[in-house]
């Protein structure tokens, strides 16, 4: 190979050592992404779900909310794109604005998670004894010993039906996972040698959290985050669908499918909308969340 190939052969590689070493990182790490064609499959689903969610009044043809008793279960037409509900509601506008609802609730779900797993983990990792061993992990392993769904439900019904008492039960059933993953992480990472070191020069235990040992946790908690977005949508959309979610008539992918699900032989729009939009936005998020673990794990790369 001359010299000229060479070049143009690494001139990616070359262009990435030029530059400092965290924006390297993140280059070579979208580049990695880059390659996975099911994370661009679930961007361009999320994206989609996005879309819909902040411009869904300009989307919607219809009011989701407002009834018209002349024009119950209609089929799909020109005017209602999907049919309308028991209540002649548009099914189509009705899927849009459930976005709002879903993503709404994921996103601050998992801070929510994030915010109470993050420093607990931290805590834990850091610090082993009995903090560690006989109050925040056992917490952790009691509240993991419940099947999500059952857990948030009884936090749900425990603090009273409604789309905000939902989210923040979806947040405290997904903390646990958040903690596990930062002990373990943390737990690793304290015994680095860099970390000796900048112990033994009298660095302040908030100053190695920051700079050492925070910097390691980035990626397994994105990651993990991106998955249990997935997992958190799906959470609210049962809640939904058992009634102690977003109340009526808030329009939710959970609650429109159990409604439609009584008319799904007359009419299986009213199931088959909602149902499909949970499906396409759980499956993106999950897609993105396996080509972000595959783009940052550095056993996977390829």
Same mark, same amino acid.
């Given at each position: 190979? &001359?010299?000229?190939?060479?070049?143009?052969?690494?001139? *990616?590689?070359?262009?990435?050592?030029?530059?400092?070493?965290?924006?390297?990182?993140?280059?070579?790490?979208?580049?990695?992404?880059?390659?996975?064609?099911?994370?661009?499959?679930?961007?361009?689903? @999320?994206?989609?779900? @996005?879309?819909?969610?902040? $411009?869904?009044?300009? =989307?919607?043809?219809?009011?989701?909310?407002?009834?018209?008793?002349? &024009?119950?279960?209609?089929?799909?037409?020109?005017?209602?794109?999907? /049919?309308?509900?028991?209540?002649?509601?548009?099914?189509?506008?009705?899927?849009?604005?459930?976005?709002?609802?879903?993503?709404?609730? !994921?996103? =601050?779900?998992?801070?929510?998670?994030?915010?109470?797993?993050?420093?607990?983990?931290?805590?834990?990792?850091? &610090? *082993?004894?009995?903090?560690?061993?006989?109050?925040?992990?056992?917490?952790?392993?009691?509240?993991?010993? $419940?099947?999500?769904?059952?857990?948030?439900?009884?936090?749900?019904?425990?603090?009273?039906?409604?789309?905000?008492?939902?989210?923040?039960?979806?947040?405290? +059933?997904?903390?646990?996972? #958040?903690?596990?993953?930062?002990?373990? +992480?943390?737990?690793?990472?304290?015994?680095?040698?860099?970390?000796?070191?900048?112990?033994?020069?009298?660095?302040? +235990?908030?100053?190695?959290?920051?700079?050492?040992?925070?910097?390691?946790?980035?990626?397994?908690?994105?990651?993990?985050?991106?998955?249990?977005?997935?997992?958190?949508?799906?959470?609210?959309?049962?809640?939904? #669908?058992?009634?102690?979610?977003?109340?009526?008539? *808030?329009?939710?992918?959970?609650?429109?499918?159990?409604?439609?699900?009584? $008319?799904?032989?007359?009419?299986?729009?009213?199931?088959?909308?909602? !149902?499909?939009?949970?499906?396409?936005?759980?499956?993106?998020?999950?897609?993105? /969340?396996?080509?972000?673990?595959?783009?940052?794990?550095?056993?996977?790369? +390829?």
């Amino acid at each position: 190979m &001359n010299e000229r190939a060479y070049l143009a052969s690494n001139s *990616t590689a070359i262009a990435l050592a030029e530059l400092p070493a965290p924006e390297r990182r993140w280059r070579a790490m979208i580049r990695r992404y880059g390659r996975r064609r099911l994370g661009w499959i679930g961007a361009a689903i @999320v994206a989609l779900a @996005v879309v819909l969610a902040v $411009f869904a009044p300009l =989307i919607a043809t219809h009011d989701p909310v407002e009834a018209d008793f002349g &024009n119950v279960h209609a089929q799909p037409s020109r005017e209602h794109w999907l /049919g309308t509900d028991q209540l002649g509601r548009d099914t189509f506008s009705r899927v849009v604005y459930g976005s709002r609802v879903s993503l709404r609730v !994921g996103c =601050i779900a998992i801070v929510i998670a994030v915010g109470i797993g993050l420093p607990l983990g931290l805590i834990a990792g850091y &610090n *082993t004894g009995w903090i560690d061993h006989l109050l925040i992990m056992r917490v952790m392993d009691a509240m993991m010993a $419940f099947p999500p769904l059952v857990l948030a439900l009884v936090i749900v019904v425990a603090l009273g039906p409604s789309i905000n008492n939902a989210l923040i039960a979806i947040g405290i +059933t997904y903390s646990p996972g #958040f903690a596990r993953l930062v002990r373990g +992480t943390v737990l690793s990472v304290r015994e680095e040698p860099y970390v000796d070191a900048a112990r033994a020069l009298g660095a302040s +235990t908030p100053r190695i959290i920051i700079q050492h040992i925070l910097p390691n946790l980035m990626s397994p908690v994105i990651v993990l985050a991106s998955l249990a977005l997935a997992g958190a949508i799906l959470a609210e959309a049962g809640l939904s #669908f058992l009634g102690v979610g977003a109340q009526p008539p *808030t329009p939710a992918w959970g609650s429109m499918l159990n409604t439609g699900r009584q $008319f799904i032989e007359t009419n299986m729009w009213e199931s088959i909308a909602p !149902g499909t939009a949970i499906m396409l936005v759980v499956m993106g998020f999950n897609f993105i /969340g396996d080509s972000l673990r595959d783009a940052l794990d550095p056993r996977l790369r +390829t």
